[in-house]
Structure formats: structure tokens, C-alpha cells
């Protein structure tokens, strides 16, 4: 398999502030990861006689595959190992109901800006959406309320809030002769409780080449290997946290 690990510009990153970062290592940051839409996006290209087309199918995951584990687990063992940051999850600290109303707020919230925020109707959806047109409104602004009085009463003083934006699989090669690509596109930002400011914020995307995903129903356990995969790279230091350790 290979993987291609692309990161995030400087135009859209927060870059961490050494004072911050000071603050940031003195005790456990809370964790929360939100997966706002539900569902893999499989990009085709099809050829028809004088013209291709691109036709985009939807699958939805919801009920059947959490990958929220996956991307949490990735980047907490990340920061725990490459910043010396200890971690404390929202998922593991709170009631589960309690977290599941966190996180659906949150998510909604984020959906609501990415709906008023559209890329062009002839887009590659996620890849276009994330790298043009990403809901920056929702992501440099003050968290849910909900989310910064659970910070509060956990006694944490920084919320790292993880965001899946999407998973996609597009074909590589002319009919998709030589397989796909699977992706995972990632926003991360890290709010200060206090005054509920954004101080950090990034975006990293990693694909890894499939050979012999054919089926996306069928080959669930395949498309969560190479998910895996993927969300490794993207949850790397230079990947997702690039920017978070001042220099």
C-alpha cells in the first residue's frame, strides 16, 4: 500500500503561541472527536462515448462502523508519546448519554456551516469542500456551550476537538484498472477554556492505495484496514499537529 500524507497551509492553520503552549503541557487536555456526516463518499469517473463524467455515491456508515475510536485513539497515543501532553477523553470522562448529546450538538453546528458554505456542483466533494472551502466560520469560532461547561466542570483548561470531515474512495487509473484510493480528510483545533478561544487549528488529509477494495458493502473489514491505515498517517506530528509545539 501507499500512503500520501498532505497537511495542512499556512493560510487556514492557528499556529500555537508559546505562552499557550506553557499552559498547554501543565495538565490533561480534554479530547472530543465528532463525526459530522455519517457516510463514505465513492468518487467515480465514467467514460461515455465523446465526454467522462464523475458520479458520486453515498454509503452510509451510521449504526453499523464508528471510526471515532480509531481517530481518537491515533492521536491521543500521538500526543502522548511525540508532546508529552497527557490526555483526558470527553468519551471516557462523561455519562454516555451525556456525551452523545455533546457531540451531536457539536456536530450539527458543524453541519449547519457546511451547508452554507458550498464547494462547485462539479466538485471532487470532500477533497474540494476541504482544501477551498472548508466551514472556517465554525472552526475559528467559540464552541458549543454545552461543550466548554462540561470543559469547566471536568477541570480541563484546553478542549483538543477532532473533526472527521469525510472519507472518500476514488478510483485511480483510467475504469479504475489499478484500484483506489482511500482518504481521510481531518480538522483539529484546540480551544482554551477560559474565554473559549480557538489557539490552535489545523487540517491533514492521508489516502492509502487499495488494490483489491471492489465491494464497499461487501469489504467493510477491508475499508476499516485501510482506514486505520490512514487515519495513522494523518494523526502523525507532522500530520494533523503540525503547528502545535511552538519552535
Not at 28 to 47: H, N, Q, T
Not at 140 to 150: C, E, M, N, V, W
Not at 179 to 202: C, H, K, M, P, Q
Request: aromatic share 8%.
Amino acid at each position: 500500500m501507499l500512503a500520501v500524507l498532505s497537511v495542512g497551509c499556512t493560510a487556514f492553520a492557528i499556529s500555537m503561541d508559546k505562552s499557550h503552549w506553557r499552559n498547554v503541557v501543565q495538565k490533561p487536555i480534554g479530547v472530543i472527536v465528532l463525526i459530522p456526516e455519517k457516510r463514505l463518499v465513492l468518487s467515480e469517473l465514467l467514460f461515455r462515448v465523446v465526454w467522462a463524467e464523475r458520479r458520486e455515491t453515498y454509503y452510509s456508515f451510521d449504526g453499523i462502523w464508528d471510526p471515532a475510536p480509531i481517530l481518537e485513539q491515533n492521536c491521543v497515543a500521538t500526543l502522548q508519546r511525540d508532546f508529552n501532553i497527557r490526555t483526558l477523553t470527553l468519551r471516557g470522562a462523561v455519562e454516555p448519554g451525556s456525551y452523545r448529546d455533546l457531540v451531536a450538538v457539536a456536530e450539527a453546528a458543524f453541519n449547519t456551516e457546511r451547508r452554507q458554505v458550498k464547494a462547485p456542483a462539479d466538485r471532487a466533494a470532500l477533497r474540494e469542500e476541504f482544501w477551498t472551502k472548508p466551514p472556517m466560520k465554525y472552526l475559528r469560532a467559540r464552541p458549543t456551550r454545552d461543550l466548554g461547561k462540561i470543559g469547566e466542570r471536568l477541570g480541563v483548561d484546553f478542549i483538543l476537538e477532532l473533526s472527521l470531515a469525510g472519507i472518500s474512495m476514488e478510483p485511480v487509473g483510467p475504469f479504475g484498472i489499478q484500484g483506489g484510493t482511500l482518504s481521510v480528510f481531518v480538522y483539529g483545533r484546540l480551544i482554551r477554556v477560559a474565554d473559549e478561544a480557538v489557539v490552535w487549528l489545523n487540517r491533514a488529509a492521508a489516502g492509502v492505495h487499495e488494490k483489491e477494495l471492489t465491494d464497499l458493502q461487501e469489504d467493510l473489514e477491508l475499508l476499516r484496514e485501510d482506514f486505520d491505515e490512514a487515519v495513522m498517517r494523518v494523526c502523525e506530528p507532522d500530520g494533523i499537529f503540525r503547528g502545535l509545539k511552538p519552535h
